[in-house]
């Protein structure tokens, strides 16, 4: 027996033409995200150059712009530089525009607009020239990866190599993801017309990657079948007045990311130090700022001091005993003593309870306490490190606290979502699945 579908009319192949190159409404993107195991850095794997070369760049969240070593190994045919009479120059926040002296290379032209592209592991910035050149990600309906789109006119920064120092091997720049009009997110959903939205999924293992979706409020499906934009919680996203960058781009609100955390429970009993410290001031200090390239979550010493205080009580009441510390951890613990859950070691829960509304981020032990093993010990330790007296944000989340947590960045909104940990929904980011699905014909 026939269906009237099997045979569709040339009609309607002009119209499937049309529904699956010209439909607006589809515009997707994502990227696999690795973490290095020597540096804990988080990779984007992404496409640049013409034809495409893969390319990969540490994840830098609050970053302003890419940045791409151009001084080795560039060929392609489709970059261009950035004059500096080109309104997109005043539009991208450069300070300056450069002369070069140097043999010709892709980075290095007269009159071209720079930056200052930032290494921010090592705190190093150097000026470099803007760059334009053709950028490509996998579509994506929330399942699988489909066909390349490309973004032509992709602009990010031109550094040198002794920029990469202190940067994971077969890395050749940073993926700024930040709040700024020129961050990859941004360029993307320009490029598209579609929101500036993405969310992050990293992976605590190595062989497994977790996944970024650009342009996505969701579904973002993990194996098995399970989509996490359903378990999501939000809360305000909040801008601090004033960019951290060390020497440039003053008076810049930062494009890094913060959030309203109003307090801090350890197996429920609030911690109690001077709250003034997590509202951002004028300066520029205080409150909570998520980073993808601090490891591990820093927090002010007077916070510090009464979380380490109240974990290690709350831990004793299950029978377990700090052991001599191993830096730069101030807490650790015999691995032998910690039982095994499905969310990690059985320690206290962390909760970080969100500003104006009783919304909180819990953290269990396995985005609390690191392992540490070598041949004379095997410990976790908390994964919570002292940011001493008066540094730029009271608190900061840091890689450790994101992993397997799926996490939403939506600046039409002005809100940050979140599903705490994705083990408790059954998945993990590790489970995205890569396979392309060839018959997805999106873009
Ligand atoms: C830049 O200008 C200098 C001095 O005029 C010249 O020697 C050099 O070749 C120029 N470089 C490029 C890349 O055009
Ligand atoms: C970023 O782009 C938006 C929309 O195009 C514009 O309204 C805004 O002023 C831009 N922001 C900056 C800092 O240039
Ligand atoms: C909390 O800190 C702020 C700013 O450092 C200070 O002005 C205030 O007096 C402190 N409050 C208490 C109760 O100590
Ligand atoms: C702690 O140890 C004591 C004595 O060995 C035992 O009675 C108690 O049940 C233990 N508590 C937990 C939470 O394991
Ligand atoms: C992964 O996706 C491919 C393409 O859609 C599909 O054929 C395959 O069954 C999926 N794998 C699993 C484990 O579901």
Same mark, same amino acid.
């Given at each position: ?7 569709p009319?040339?009609?309607?192949h ?6 699956f190159?010209l439909?607006p409404s589809?515009?997707?993107f @994502? /990227?696999?995200?690795t973490k290095?195991p020597?540096t804990?850095q988080?990779?984007?794997?992404i ?8 390319t990969k760049l ?10 791409v070593d ?6 392609s045919?489709?970059?261009h530089?950035i004059?500096c009479?080109?309104?997109?120059c *005043?539009a991208?926040v450069?300070?300056a ?10 980075g290095?032209?007269n009159?071209s607009?720079a ?5 921010s ?8 020239e803007?760059?334009v050149?053709s950028?490509?990600?996998p ?5 699988n990866? /489909?066909?390349?789109a490309?973004v ?8 040198k190599?002794s @920029?990469?120092?202190?940067i994971?091997?077969?890395?050749t720049?940073?993926?700024g993801?930040g ?6 997110p /941004? ?5 598209f017309?579609?929101?500036?939205l993405?969310? @992050? ?15 996505s ?10 989509d996490l ?11 601090n007045p004033?960019?951290s ?5 003053y008076?810049?609100?930062?494009d890094?990311y913060?959030i309203?955390v109003?307090?801090?429970k ?11 410290i997590?509202?951002i001031?004028e300066n520029?200090?205080?409150g909570?700022?998520i *980073?993808?390239?601090?490891p591990?979550?820093v927090?002010?010493t007077?916070i510090?001091?009464?979380f ?5 009580s ?5 029978n ?11 807490v650790?613990?015999s691995?032998?003593?910690?039982l095994?859950t499905r969310?990690?070691?059985a ?9 104006n509304d009783?919304?909180?981020?819990r953290i269990?032990?396995?985005n609390s306490m690191v392992?540490?093993g ?7 330790c908390l994964?919570?490190?002292d ?5 730029? /944000? ?5 890689? @450790?606290?994101?992993e397997?947590?799926l996490?939403q960045f939506?600046?039409e909104k ?6 705490s940990s ?5 998945t ?6 890569f396979?392309?699905n060839g018959?997805l014909?999106?873009?």
């Amino acid at each position: 027996m026939q269906s009237p579908m099997s045979s569709p009319s040339p009609i309607f192949h002009f119209l499937l033409f049309f529904f699956f190159f010209l439909s607006p409404s589809f515009a997707a993107f @994502l /990227a696999p995200i690795t973490k290095d195991p020597t540096t804990s850095q988080y990779i984007l794997s992404i496409y640049l150059k013409t034809p495409l070369q893969p390319t990969k760049l540490v994840l830098d969240l609050g970053a302003s712009f890419a940045w791409v070593d151009c001084t080795r190994r560039y060929k392609s045919s489709s970059y261009h530089h950035i004059p500096c009479s080109d309104p997109l120059c *005043s539009a991208i926040v450069s300070l300056a525009c450069s002369n070069c002296f140097r043999r010709p290379a892709p980075g290095c032209a007269n009159d071209s607009c720079a930056l200052f592209p930032e290494n921010s592991v090592t705190r190093q910035t150097i000026i470099a020239e803007a760059l334009v050149d053709s950028l490509a990600l996998p579509s994506t309906d929330g399942r699988n990866p /489909a066909r390349f789109a490309r973004v032509p006119e992709f602009v990010f920064s031109c550094a040198k190599t002794s @920029l990469l120092k202190g940067i994971a091997k077969g890395v050749t720049g940073f993926a700024g993801l930040g709040r700024s009009n020129f961050s990859l997110p /941004a360029q993307v959903s320009t490029a598209f017309s579609s929101p500036f939205l993405f969310a @992050l999924c990293l992976s605590s293992s190595p062989s497994a990657p977790g996944v970024a979706f650009f342009n996505s409020g969701g579904p973002y499906y993990f194996l098995p079948e399970i989509d996490l934009s359903k378990s999501l919680i939000y809360t305000p996203l909040i801008l601090n007045p004033v960019g951290s960058t060390i020497i440039t781009y003053y008076l810049h609100p930062s494009d890094e990311y913060f959030i309203g955390v109003s307090a801090i429970k350890v197996n429920g009993k609030d911690l109690q130090f001077n709250k003034t410290i997590l509202t951002i001031d004028e300066n520029g200090f205080g409150g909570t700022k998520i *980073s993808t390239t601090t490891p591990y979550a820093v927090l002010e010493t007077s916070i510090y001091n009464a979380f380490k205080e109240a974990f290690v009580s709350e831990s004793a009441a299950l029978n377990l005993t700090v052991t001599t510390p191993v830096k730069p951890f101030g807490v650790c613990y015999s691995a032998d003593d910690v039982l095994s859950t499905r969310l990690g070691p059985a320690v206290p829960t962390v909760d970080l309870v969100m500003k104006n509304d009783d919304a909180f981020w819990r953290i269990f032990g396995a985005n609390s306490m690191v392992r540490i093993g070598s041949k004379d010990e095997d410990l976790w330790c908390l994964g919570f490190l002292d940011g001493g007296a008066h540094p730029r /944000a009271s608190i900061v989340i840091g890689g @450790l606290q994101m992993e397997d947590n799926l996490l939403q960045f939506d600046l039409e909104k002005k809100r940050f979502g979140f599903t705490s940990s994705v083990l408790s929904h059954g998945t993990m980011c590790g489970n995205f699945n890569f396979t392309i699905n060839g018959n997805l014909k999106q873009n």
